[in-house]
């Protein structure tokens, strides 16, 4: 079974910086070769951030997070990270780990439905 525990998420005033890190603990390694952070603010619906292929760094950002935030990924460490940085108070959400399970997925942030195995999230807040 795959567990994904994310971390890093604090309070920051705009214009911060934040990296999230989400580890993902499974018998058979790092699990799916996708892996994606997503946010939820209250009352909202959840939204794709960033996913990354784990095999070859490949990753895709969803609008919000062009030029400013970036995913990378230590499969050493079985780690996925989300550099955030010029942070904005409209950025304020939990932040949510998520791995790829259906079949013929696609990776992209607009793809929630794509993902499972979601972690127990990491909260952000931003003030200005």
């Known amino acids: 079974q795959v567990q994904p525990v994310e971390s890093g998420g604090d309070s920051v005033q705009a214009g911060g910086s934040l990296r999230l890190s989400c580890v993902a603990t499974?018998?058979?390694?790092?699990?799916?070769?996708?892996v994606g952070w997503f946010r939820q603010a209250p009352g909202q619906i959840r939204e794709g951030v960033a996913t990354?292929?784990?095999?070859?760094?490949?990753?895709y950002y969803s609008d919000s997070a062009k030029g400013r935030f970036t995913i990378s990924r230590d499969n050493l460490k079985n780690t996925v990270y989300l550099e955030m940085n010029n942070l904005k108070p409209e950025d304020t959400a939990r932040y949510y780990c998520?791995?790829?399970?259906?079949?013929?997925?696609?990776?992209?942030?607009?793809?929630?439905?794509?993902?499972?195995?979601w972690g127990p999230g990491t909260q952000v807040t931003v003030s200005s």
């Open positions: 998520g791995l790829a399970v259906a079949e013929g997925y696609a990776c992209l942030p607009s793809f929630v439905q794509d993902f499972g195995y």
């Open positions: 499974s018998e058979f390694g790092f699990g799916p070769d996708c």
């Open positions: 990354i292929f784990t095999s070859d760094g490949t990753s």
